[in-house]
């Protein structure tokens, strides 16, 4: 069973979840989303949560309902990467706002993500 963070509301992280899913290419553009059971199982939710998580994707333009065949994917390749730049600049404000509030100067803040890439193997 999938662990959420006890700080925000499930269907939020749900959406995120599915968000993820669809940005880094899991779920494709046209691809069919899981149903609110199976999603509701997997995560061992309410369904209604799931049910809420979908009607605010699809709200946001992530997924459409097509009538009698269930949820698919909205977003095209360009749109796909429009939302991942953006949610990664968002993350960055919130990151750089964090370190800011420990009063980290901008060099630590480089020198800190520098390290963790090359932790990560992502940078030489």
Not at 5 to 32: C, F
Not at 54 to 65: A, C, N, P, R, V
Not at 74 to 80: E, I, S
Request: charged residues 25%; hydrophobic residues 35%; contains cysteine.
């Amino acid at each position: 069973m999938y662990q959420f963070n006890s700080n925000a509301p499930i269907y939020l992280q749900l959406i995120e979840i599915i968000k993820q899913q669809i940005i880094n290419g899991t779920l494709t553009e046209n691809a069919k989303v899981k149903s609110v059971r199976d999603y509701a199982v997997e995560f061992g939710v309410n369904p209604n949560t799931v049910q809420k998580a979908l009607s605010e994707l699809e709200k946001q333009g992530y997924i459409h309902t097509a009538r009698t065949s269930g949820r698919f994917v909205a977003l095209g390749k360009q749109d796909m990467l429009s939302a991942k730049l953006s949610i990664a600049e968002n993350k960055t404000q919130e990151y750089i706002k964090a370190m800011g509030d420990i009063a980290c100067s901008s060099e630590e803040i480089l020198d800190l993500i520098k390290r963790e890439l090359k932790k990560e193997g992502k940078q030489k």
